[in-house]
């Protein structure tokens, strides 16, 4: 192959994923790379086609480059304890910096407009910089229009339409807007993209409202960040995962997105590539737990108040009353497409939108819902009557279907099977109910939830563990290990010195482990259904940090813990898995490894003391 061509691990068409940094107004967000150029954006949500793609295909996703128009190294940081993101620019004769941001509106009208700025300034000599704005909408399949206007351009298409004010004259170019411009020391462009149309009339941005929104978003950001309780070691990290996770909230219904990318692959060239958009029944418990523990009420008050509005819990769907993920809103139907059109990150094919796994039995999702439950139901406020009705009638499901082969938590394509950790969780989904009908003394079917309980718990020991490996494995009566057990006493199914757990973790810490990263599983043991391999999965380290510290060994929690920080890409997110040389594979940021991190955080700092 040629440099440039599709496929090729350096093409440099392609920034490395780890190369970018996140930005949003809690509706959708846009990924900044180090070079200046925004290469994925969404209008008007999350989950609404592409205006922004190139980081899918370098020549048809469409992008917003802005940076300086000569050799330069570049630097990316975030103003400290927000979300405004910083891209520096360093060069012989001067240096420049590029603030991005997306302001937070009060009034939901203005917030429709999801403004995007980037205010670039030369903070040292001189410099000459460059723009080029080039959406390509619906993913790059939607033709549009492009109207110089007296104070900016429009870029118009059939169903959406972005006006650009620019405090720098703007040229067109066929379905793109460019400027060439130089600044001296101390001078400043500010550069703003608007939705508009359906009664949002454009807006100028002049320097001077750009400031004033510049100031208006960094004290929301620290003032939202000042609630949080947590003073522990790693405030630094725990404090930017959560202002990530703010970030892949989606405010109007509380939801929170497991990534807000589509199809970024797992392996480079490979087939692995998922849109992660939705909103994940899974990561409910992790979510409610975090937040809380940090101190963040609302936002767990809104994930239940999303889970309360949009997953009924008395409705038995075609695999059961829940579906594994729903859409930001609530919608079941997520209809799985590929754009063939589009040539995947470095030539990693397909692009799919959509998401076929919505459709899969994972009975995991019980007791991950439940637990959250009982967590809120601990920590916040007290489960409300109907609801309980509900979540009796769901624990009751469970206590029939538990013994059901299903896709598992990672789920796979290569056919239902006796997946150890469905069983773990929905062990824990009857437990939990079982502790909030006690605590509160509410009606429930104890001594049938309590049989189903402990037969559940023996079958577990009875079929799920290997007296050949002397470990805890992925299903029934078989030889292969499985990361996910990691949760064993995280859920409390276990003690974490119990020794069958104790060797399980050691089984786990030979088979599985590389310089503390976690692999899920052994594909070539385990066959999913999928060609290729894959990375390790961040989540998965830090459980293994947060089993070390619960089982006794901090020491090497504490080392896994800052290997794992190391990882890390330069502003501290995480896509979802780690790859051989280091970088970043798969969806990015990604919600759970952050959610994982801070929880680890937590349970290392108490383990320290």
């Known amino acids: 192959m040629t440099a440039g061509e599709p496929g090729r691990s350096g093409d440099s068409r392609y920034l490395p994923i780890g190369d970018h940094g996140l930005i949003g107004d809690l509706r959708t967000v846009a990924l900044v790379g180090t070079n200046g150029t925004v290469d994925w954006y969404c209008c ?3 989950d609404a086609p592409s205006v922004f ?9 469409g992008s917003f480059d802005l940076a300086a128009d000569t050799p330069a190294r570049t630097k990316q940081f975030y103003f400290p304890d927000t979300n405004v993101l910083i891209t520096r620019f360093f060069a012989d004769d001067g240096v420049g910096e590029i603030q991005d941001f997306m302001p937070i509106a009060d009034d939901s009208r203005e917030a429709d407009r999801h403004r995007m700025i980037r205010r670039v300034s030369c903070v040292r000599g001189s410099l000459p910089f460059r723009a080029r704005v080039a959406p390509r909408f619906d993913y790059a399949r ?9 104070d900016g351009v429009l870029f118009e298409s059939a169903s959406l339409s972005l006006y650009l004010t620019a405090s720098v004259p703007m040229q067109t170019d066929g379905q793109d807007a460019w400027a060439k411009f130089e600044l001296a020391e101390g001078e400043q462009a500010v550069f703003a993209l608007d939705r508009v149309g359906s009664g949002l009339v454009a807006r100028g941005c002049p320097i001077a409202e750009a400031e004033d929104e510049f100031t208006a978003t960094v004290r929301y950001w620290r003032r939202w960040l000042s609630a949080s309780r947590y003073r522990g070691r790693w405030r630094e990290v725990v404090h930017r995962s959560a202002l990530t996770l703010k970030l892949l909230t989606y405010a109007p219904t509380g939801g929170i997105v497991a990534a807000p990318t589509t199809s970024l692959p797992e392996q480079l060239g490979g087939e692995r590539n998922w849109d992660y958009r939705y909103v994940w ?21 809104a994930f239940i108040g999303f889970l309360s509005t949009h997953v009924p819990l008395g409705d038995d769907g075609g695999a059961g009353p829940l579906q594994i993920m729903y859409g930001i809103d609530g919608r079941r139907d997520l209809p799985e497409q590929e754009l063939g059109h589009l040539e995947g990150y470095r030539g ?3 692009v799919r939108i959509g998401n076929a796994a919505a459709d899969q ?5 019980y007791g991950a819902l439940i637990d959250s439950i009982y967590l809120y139901n601990k920590w916040g406020d007290p489960i409300a009557s109907d609801r309980w009705d509900e979540l009796c009638t769901l624990v009751d499901w469970v206590c029939l279907h538990w013994d059901q082969p299903d896709e598992g938590i990672w789920e796979t394509r290569g056919g239902r099977k006796n997946f150890v950790y469905s ?29 189903t309980r402990d037969a559940i718990y023996r079958e577990i020991m009875r079929h799920g ?25 995280l859920a409390k199914f276990v003690s974490p010195t119990d020794p069958r757990w104790l060797s399980t973790l050691d089984a786990l810490g030979d088979g599985l482990v590389s310089d503390s990263l976690v692999y899920r599983y052994d594909p070539g043991a385990s066959p999913d259904g999928l060609r290729g391999s894959e990375g390790t999965f961040s989540i998965c380290s830090f459980w293994y940090v947060e089993a070390l510290a619960r089982a006794g060994r901090v020491d090497e929690a504490r080392l896994a813990f800052e290997k794992m920080l190391t990882y890390a890409n330069h502003l501290g997110l995480y896509a979802e898995e780690i790859g051989r040389t280091g970088e970043q594979l798969g969806n990015f940021p990604q919600a759970i490894t952050h959610l994982a991190l801070i929880s680890a955080a937590f349970n290392l700092d108490q383990a320290l003391g």
Do not use: N
């Open 281 to 301: 029944i899974r990561d409910a418990a992790f979510c409610v737990y975090a937040l809380l523990r940090l101190g963040f009420t609302d936002e767990a008050e």
């Open 465 to 489: 563990w290997s007296a050949k490996l002397r470990a805890f494995v992925q299903h029934f009566d078989e030889e292969v290990l499985d990361a996910s057990l990691l949760m064993m006493p």
């Open 44 to 46: 008007p949500r999350f």
């Open 361 to 365: 039995l994972q009975l995991d999702i």
């Open 348 to 350: 990693s094919a397909p």
């Open 53 to 61: 793609a190139s980081i899918l295909d370098a020549d048809r996703g």
């Open 142 to 150: 939607q033709p549009h229009l492009v109207r110089p206007e007296a």
């Open 423 to 451: 069983r773990l969780m929905c062990w824990v989904a009857i437990e939990r109910a079982m502790r909030v009908a006690i605590q509160r003394g509410l009606p429930a079917d104890i001594p049938r939830w309590r049989e």
